[in-house]
């Protein structure tokens, strides 16, 4: 999710804490416990701070390590242990149930997103991703900020966001079944497709959609259960040449196939230079396929450059690599 989203969540775990007596008898311990639930639910997500460096270690690394069964573990001890030194006369094990439930939370919430996490790890490097929430969902969002609300203006604080959690169950659900419906159909308009992919979009009915056959490519969007296949592209085989072993090396090229389970290849020379572009089928906005990786080889095969990440226009694309087709 969000950071926004995870945290109104956050807020509204403390709101459930007033359930607890031994939050709500002690006014430290309440402080401590609802700064340690809004800590809890962004914790994991330090490792934004990938960004900072390149997008191909983010890439291969958020959501990774830091939602992890160990870091599920350890982010409550360091969250509860350095708030105790702050409020030492805190109930340390409450403050610490509450900070791991938080966490958890945050850790659970993102596997339903496209892009999931390595929650297993180090059990398994497996991403999960369920895919039936998009990564901001404005009702998911409106309902917490609508709860908090009802909660400022003099609710019981446990049972609105309890009502809240039931709500949020089953949304979750109705999720789950449009998904199950969108990909019935995908297989009843695309006979013989395979490694069905059905995305969520902001709006509640609109899903992307992207799907192989033996053959081909197809993309498209889906309204309800009405599909609509707006790209076909002709199944290639990568080849196994020297250019292509070359830029399979590329730590950017990399990263995207980590990533990416569903992609098409181009091969382009534009002079001197040999370029080599992965595309990413899954996430088609406005005619264009935004989630791209590009590398740029010399006609001995170095490496000149290369990027992956997000990208909507061309223009920007060169920018990214500091090349120019003329």
Do not use: C
């Not at 870091?71 to 094990?93: D, H, K, T």
């Amino acid at each position: 999710m969000d950071t926004g989203t995870h945290i109104v969540m956050g807020i509204s775990l403390g709101g459930l804490a007033m359930a607890d007596p031994a939050v709500v008898s002690n006014p430290i311990t309440m402080t401590a416990v609802v700064s340690g639930v809004i800590i809890g639910s962004l914790a994991p997500d330090i490792d934004t701070v990938l960004k900072l460096r390149d997008n191909a270690v983010y890439i291969r690394h958020h959501r990774g390590a830091t939602h992890s069964i160990p870091a599920v573990l350890l982010w409550p001890l360091l969250i509860a242990g350095g708030l105790y030194f702050f409020f030492p006369e805190a109930n340390l094990l409450h403050l610490w149930l509450w900070s791991f439930l938080a966490v958890f939370l945050h850790v659970f919430v993102d596997i339903f997103n496209s892009y999931g996490t390595q929650a297993l790890r180090p059990i398994s490097n497996r991403w999960i991703a369920l895919g039936v929430i998009n990564t901001f969902d404005p009702i998911i969002f409106g309902a917490h900020v609508l709860a908090l609300i009802i909660w400022a203006f003099g609710a019981n604080p446990v049972w609105t966001i309890s009502m809240l959690y039931i709500a949020m169950l089953f949304y979750y659900l109705a999720r789950f079944a449009l998904q199950a419906a969108i990909k019935h159909a995908v297989l009843n308009t695309i006979p013989g497709a395979t490694n069905v992919f059905v995305a969520p979009t902001m709006r509640f009915f609109h899903w992307r959609i992207a799907a192989d056959t033996d053959r081909h490519h197809f993309v498209g969007r889906a309204y309800g259960r009405t599909i609509n296949i707006y790209d076909k592209f002709m199944k290639k085989e990568m080849p196994e040449n020297n250019l292509m072993q070359a830029a399979m090396k590329d730590k950017n090229i990399a990263a995207f196939i980590s990533f990416s389970p569903l992609y098409r290849w181009e091969i382009n020379e534009y002079g001197e230079v040999f370029e080599v572009r992965l595309i990413d089928l899954r996430y088609r906005s406005n005619d264009y396929y935004p989630f791209v990786a590009v590398v740029h080889l010399d006609k001995d095969y170095n490496i000149i450059n290369s990027y992956t990440g997000w990208i909507f226009s061309e223009d920007k694309l060169r920018k990214k690599l500091d090349f120019s087709h003329n």
